[in-house]
């Protein structure tokens, strides 16, 4: 049995506790003892302890991080999700090797405190399932350090890629916990045939849905109705999320308010990254009427944009930021989303900091969590499973 106490760790209510854990998982949190303990003890040294932060939607297999810089490409007559991918495919041809690319991303995310983690990796006919093999062995490797929920992903589209739908079955049995899908309206210009293929899949797999959809304004919300008659014909309350969804941040907000009634009723969550380039859901709207809005990174230094850094924490900043939060309640709102939210959201077992919780979180240099938002120190401690895995920005080699 290993046992550890963590001392002087300073709570989200400010006060000082002893936490202690025990293979794993925390067993006690009490004031700070003035005995000296025996076994193992770790000095937080009042720093703020916070659960380790939620990384709900991230793409291990596309990004360029840590590799050679290669300039964006701007889409030829606005947005387009086609050209997109058309770029990403040019791109992809030409950068390192995958497993290299998904592992330093993924150490970046948690030098910075992410230990839990849902990515989505490519399914489709243009690359079958090699990339989601490549990842599979990268979560195996890391599965010491992280916690990682693989989504098979159809980029290329179902119905416009053929062989899509019965390789996104393969993937499920192949290892990927989610089936994902992408823009049935705007890219596969059928919303019924795509939904077919993914709930299909969902029911007779027993799997989670996770959908990225791009689309905007009445369109997207069109599909979201979908998306939630689906949900609720299922019975799948809880098990879909919707990543994305520009489209809410593009209505009136008595609209808004009657679309995420809908969405709160049928228990599905939202995923936003509060990208700086398009609309995004209404997160306050959206929360007061119920609805869980949890977020990721998304994209990291790839085909998509030059940006990301793989800190939920700032990540939150951001949110925070583009959402006109300011009050220390609002401030907590953006750090839940990249927490408690996402743990929701991605229906984590053991998540937070209580007794029987696992041992999985972060030391932080700030006085509560307002300023934890604002400021997103760094030289964090990061802690999975009472053990050490991340100090001041470098991940501790996976053991072997």
Same mark, same amino acid.
């Given at each position: ?26 067993? !006690? ?6 005995? /000296? %303990? *025996? ?5 937080? =040294?009042?720093?703020? $302890? &916070? ?124 290892? !990927? ?6 823009? /049935? %309206? *705007? ?5 019924? =045939?795509?939904?077919? $293929? &993914? ?141 408690? =939210? ?59």
């Amino acid at each position: 049995m290993t046992s550890t106490i963590f001392t002087n760790a300073k709570l989200a209510d400010g006060l000082l506790r002893d936490i202690h854990v025990e293979n794993g998982r925390i067993t !006690a949190i009490v004031p700070v003892s003035s005995v /000296p %303990a *025996s076994g193992s003890v770790i000095d937080i =040294a009042g720093d703020l $302890v &916070v659960p380790g932060f939620v990384e709900g939607h991230i793409h291990l297999d596309t990004s360029f991080y840590g590799g050679k810089w290669v300039p964006h490409r701007p889409c030829t007559d606005g947005f387009d999700v086609h050209e997109r991918v058309a770029f990403q495919a040019g791109n992809m041809a030409k950068a390192e090797p995958m497993m290299e690319r998904a592992v330093k991303q993924l150490e970046l995310c948690v030098s910075h405190g992410t230990l839990q983690m849902r990515s989505h990796v490519m399914v489709d006919g243009s690359v079958g399932l090699k990339s989601l093999e490549t990842i599979l062995a990268v979560r195996e490797k890391y599965k010491d350090i992280i916690d990682i929920q693989l989504v098979a992903f159809p980029q290329s589209g179902i119905l416009k890629s053929p062989g899509t739908a019965e390789l996104l079955d393969e993937a499920i049995g192949l290892g !990927a916990d989610l089936i994902g899908g992408l823009d /049935p %309206a *705007s890219f596969d210009r059928d919303v019924s =045939a795509h939904l077919d $293929v &993914v709930f299909d899949i969902a029911e007779r797999c027993g799997v989670d849905v996770d959908i990225h959809l791009h689309e905007g304004g009445s369109m997207g919300a069109f599909t979201i109705e979908e998306i939630c008659a689906r949900t609720h014909a299922l019975g799948m309350q809880g098990h879909v999320s919707i990543s994305h969804a520009y489209g809410l941040g593009d209505l009136a907000p008595d609209a808004a308010r009657r679309i995420a009634a809908k969405i709160a009723g049928n228990g599905i969550s939202i995923m936003t990254n509060a990208p700086g380039h398009h609309s995004f859901p209404p997160v306050a709207l959206l929360r007061d009427e119920g609805v869980n809005v949890f977020s990721g990174s998304d994209n990291i230094r790839d085909s998509w944009w030059p940006y990301g850094d793989g800190d939920m924490l700032r990540r939150a900043e951001i949110i925070g930021y583009r959402s006109g939060f300011f009050t220390d309640t609002e401030l907590q709102m953006a750090f839940d989303i990249v927490t408690a =939210a996402g743990a929701k959201a991605l229906r984590l077992e053991g998540y937070g900091i209580e007794v029987g919780a696992k041992a999985d979180f972060v030391a932080i240099a700030a006085e509560h969590i307002a300023e934890a938002v604002v400021g997103f120190p760094g030289n964090r401690k990061v802690f999975k499973g009472g053990r050490l895995v991340a100090e001041n920005g470098k991940t501790k080699t996976p053991r072997a």
